[in-house]
């Protein structure tokens, strides 16, 4: 699904360039396929990115707030042992983080999507969207990343979900770095999910 814009849902999106513009940008710029946003580039980044031909509006995802976030997907799996494709053993998990309250939870064999256990819990909207901020947190240039490599174990992807349908990833190892352990300790104050998070790292 492209970018949609966040206020009048329109699919009518088209880039912002910056910078002085070359001939074929001009052109571009005149079919209606780019916008020229000036010459001045901020350093750190946070101009907007993205225009909306229908209500004209400007934004960009650097600039999102916990509001402007649709779904919060933690996405890990099993690098150990024997990878065997025909295996319908647990060996890859997901969880999502809705704005409403909202976590699911699936289980998934390595190298499928075909769902073996699956379970909804509803918590407190106030706790997704300290969830949320710490999240956010993590995407900002000046946060300290610290690293987990293993070489069995589990790596994992964190996704976030705009309302303007553009994600943000994070990839990395399971094993207490920054990202992962921001999730999990997240993850871990929900009793439903508790014995599932811990008896999937141990595997």
């Known amino acids: 699904m492209g970018c949609v814009c966040p206020k009048c849902k329109s699919n009518n999106i088209i880039p912002i360039m910056y910078g002085y513009p070359t001939h074929d940008a001009f052109k571009e710029a005149e079919k209606g396929n780019v916008k020229l946003g000036g010459c001045e580039v901020f350093i ?3 101009q907007p990115d993205r225009f909306c031909k229908d209500c004209e509006t400007e934004w960009c995802v650097e600039n999102f707030l916990v509001e402007d976030i649709v779904k919060i997907r933690f996405r890990y799996w099993s690098n150990w042992g024997y990878y065997d494709p025909e295996s319908m053993e647990e060996g890859q ?8 309250g909202t976590v699911k939870y699936f289980a998934y064999p390595r190298a499928s999507r075909r769902i073996l256990d699956k379970e909804v819990v509803h918590i ?3 706790k997704v969207m300290d969830f949320y901020q710490n999240v956010i947190w993590l995407y ?3 946060t300290e990343i610290e690293e987990c490599r293993v070489c069995d174990g589990c790596s994992y992807e ?3 979900t705009y309302k303007d349908n553009r994600k943000k990833k994070l990839t990395g190892d399971l094993g207490g ?3 992962d352990k921001t999730v999990t300790d997240f ?5 439903e999910f508790r014995d599932k998070l ?6």
């Open 93 to 100: 998990w997901a969880f999502e983080v809705f704005p409403d």
């Open 177 to 179: 770095g920054t990202v």
């Open 124 to 126: 407190e909207i106030e």
């Open 158 to 160: 964190l996704t976030i």
């Open 140 to 142: 900002r240039p000046w």
């Open 44 to 46: 750190g980044g946070g």
């Open 198 to 203: 811990d008896g999937s790292e141990d595997e």
């Open 187 to 191: 993850l871990c104050t929900i009793p």
